[in-house]
């Protein structure tokens, strides 16, 4: 994949690079919007045009209205967009013969400079002739439209924008109309040169958040909660001006007969405890900046007074799940599906003694992203459609697992529950930023 890299973004990547401080590393408003801009302009240059070939689109019509937009046309407005304004339509037609994609908008508003403006509502009062005026000098062989029943961010034409498309094209044209959803799906996944230049900048910023919030800067043991810790990961995203994606859990497990519970490790409330020494603690916490996404999960032990580092057996537990990553990206293969490399991984676990459960998802423009499904936590003999779509290189995703382990001096099972970020190429699955491989550790303090 082919990209030019400004001179804005060397810069401010360069000056990165010599700055630790995890607030000096966000960049401003008004730095973030030139940036998402240039990124913006590139995905539609070098990667737009090889998807719309490959899945064999000649033209690609998007339609929102304000405030209900398809979440596929909203990663193409302009950073100063904050959402669709009244009725706005984006077209894009690929000619063919390797000539350039060609960006329309018909809007009320210009698009700035990633869509140029061929409506004039002064000349053309109704806005879908002017669509249909557009596709009729196109000529285009395959319209396609978001509309998917299996993957829901590629679903994003309302019915009633659908309906009205339908109406103005009529019979003839409507005949053109087809399913953009690999289309969608593949804009979605796919990963441009320019944002792997900038996205272990936020992976970083979440693991050094994480680090943090593990710390006695702010825990101390036998007054601080579960939910203290929540709301102070809260607070520093809205401190150094990111936003979440969703609210973070940090959880407990330790050395009682309260048994692991699968129903509420994943969809039920973590309810508050406070922190004692000798627990296992658990976060899952997730960012949003230049319209990625991050999703991590890692532990920290609070030591005992008398201990320096985490119990072997609590490290052992950590090594299983770190063999299970390995054993699970290793089987990562282009073509090769969802399904396929979960059924592989789990094998493979099994048959090393380890107790897996793998539940990965792709990430980028979303949390829980457009793209192959490699389990869920409820579905470990695989996912119907999400899981049969196959991998593709230059796509990012979050590596979510754990493996379990009896741990006798508990007399009971725990999970360690990871999930990390990685970058699938034709070179393999690459950290962002790195993986825990090592508890972070929280020393005990005295009671007040």
Known sequence: MRCVISLFVITVFVSLLRIGVVDAQILSMRE???????????????????????????????ISREYNEDPVLKTMLPSTWLSARRRTILVLFNP??????????????????????????EKQPDQWQRLVELIKQKN?????????????????ISATEYEQLKSAMGESL?????????????WLETRSEMEMAVYPELIQIGHQLIKRAFSN?????????????????????????????????????RSNNEQFDQISAFSGAKKDQVIQPGDLLHVDFGLVYLRLHSDQQQHAYVLKPDETEAPAFL???????????????????AG???????????????????????????IGFHGHAAGTTLGMWDAQGGVPVQGDYP???????????????????????????????????????????????????????SQP
């Open 32 to 62: 973030r919007a030139n940036l998402i801009d240039e990124m913006s302009q590139d995905r539609l240059n070098t990667v737009l045009p090889d998807l719309m070939t490959r899945e064999k689109i000649d033209m690609w019509i998007l």
């Open 96 to 121: 063919g013969q390797g000539k350039p994609i060609e960006r329309m908008a018909v809007a009320r508003y210009d698009v700035d400079s990633l869509f140029s403006k061929k409506w004039d509502k």
């Open 140 to 156: 285009p062989r395959r319209i396609g439209i978001n509309k998917s029943e299996h993957f829901a961010l590629a679903d994003g």
């Open 174 to 186: 409507s005949t053109k109309l087809v399913s953009a959803e690999l289309l969608a799906v593949a």
């Open 217 to 253: 800067e702010v825990v101390t043991p036998g007054v601080t909660t579960t939910t203290d810790i929540v709301w102070w990961l809260r607070e520093q995203t809205r401190e150094l001006k990111l936003t979440n994606w969703f609210h973070p859990s940090v959880s407990i497990q």
């Open 315 to 333: 490290n052992q537990a950590l090594a299983n799940a770190n063999r299970l990553q390995d054993i699970f990206i290793a089987h990562f293969k």
């Open 336 to 362: 090769r599906t969802g399904n396929q490399v979960l059924k592989l991984a789990r094998e493979q676990a099994i048959q090393e003694g380890i107790k897996p459960s793998i539940y990965t998802h792709p």
């Open 391 to 445: 991998l593709h290189y230059n796509t990012a995703y979050s590596i979510e697992l754990n493996a379990a382990s009896f741990i006798p001096q508990w007399k009971k099972e725990i999970r360690i529950m990871l999930e990390e970020q990685a970058f699938f190429d034709e070179a393999g699955v690459h950290y962002l930023d790195g993986r825990q491989t090592q508890f972070h550790l929280i020393n005990s303090k």
